[in-house]
């Protein structure tokens, strides 16, 4: 009776091992602004995550069940978001000399990751694109191209394009070279503004206590819980009975013994 009641804790506990779900890693190398943005947008969509520490930067961990989940809530946030190259970054003295055509190359990237990065913190920015083209002379004798820059920006709902669109503009062509007249000219600076689709969780869920689970199956875990409620003074009294009849026999052992004991 005692180790049948021994069985049944220790498959409890393995049940409730095995409801703790297998994490599974969802980034990794992620910098400490990264990580918090992940996790703070994981938070917002009720999916729990933790994040770890490496030597190589920050991992996210979430439940298996979650990855699907996590991973289209993410792609509609934009998360984690593309590290820009700064300036300085681009330019860092290698000890190599670069030819005009790879300067000028380097330089027009550079020029694209500083406006992205700038529009990027504008609030319901997601994803910002900026494709710049420079005043050049394809050859001698021949009239320079004028200056060009195209910017596309993916935005959540909190984003007007009308109250916006102005503003990016202006900032673009106050940052590139021969682009001070692009403002009377729209051929010279143009703008696109994509809505994002915001994610909905098909799931709906509900608090369990400190748990979240399906609404559909809040009934099943409240009448397991009760279940497990009642059961367990059940399963401590048979243990206690249990117990307490080893000891009874241990003791008329020991007793039987002694009396045979010369």
């Given at each position: 009776m005692l180790q049948g009641l021994f069985r049944c804790v220790l498959c409890l506990c393995l049940l409730f091992i095995t409801g703790c779900g297998e994490r599974i890693e969802l980034h990794r190398q992620l910098s400490e602004p990264q990580a918090n943005e992940?996790?703070?947008a994981l938070a917002d969509t009720q999916i729990p995550a933790q994040k770890i520490p490496t030597k190589n930067g920050v991992s996210i961990h979430v439940n298996a069940q979650d990855i699907s989940r996590a991973v289209h809530a993410l792609t509609a946030a934009g998360l984690p978001r593309t590290p820009r190259s700064s300036l300085?970054?681009?330019f860092r003295k290698e000890g190599l000399i670069s030819t005009p055509l790879e300067e000028r190359a380097r330089y027009i990237y550079a020029l694209s990751q500083e406006l992205e990065a700038t529009l990027s913190k504008i609030d319901g920015v997601i994803i910002a694109r900026v494709h710049v083209v420079l005043p050049e002379r394809v050859?001698?004798?021949e009239?320079?191209?004028?200056?060009?820059?195209?910017v596309f920006i993916k935005h959540d709902a909190r984003l007007d394009p009308d109250s916006v669109q102005p503003r990016v503009r202006r900032m673009v062509a106050g940052s590139l070279p021969g682009m001070v007249s692009a403002l009377d000219d729209p051929q010279k600076i143009t703008t696109v503004f994509v809505t994002?689709?915001?994610y909905k969780d098909a799931r709906q869920l509900a608090y369990f206590g400190p748990f979240l689970v399906p609404v559909q199956n809040l009934d099943a875990w409240k009448k397991t819980f009760i279940g497990s409620l009642l059961g367990l003074p059940l399963i401590l009294t048979g243990l206690f009975f249990g117990l307490k009849k080893l000891i009874s026999l241990r003791d008329r052992r020991v007793a039987k013994n002694g009396r045979h004991t010369p």
């Open positions: 992940v996790m703070a300085g970054d681009i050859a001698p004798g009239p320079v191209q004028p200056a060009s820059a195209s994002s689709t915001a």
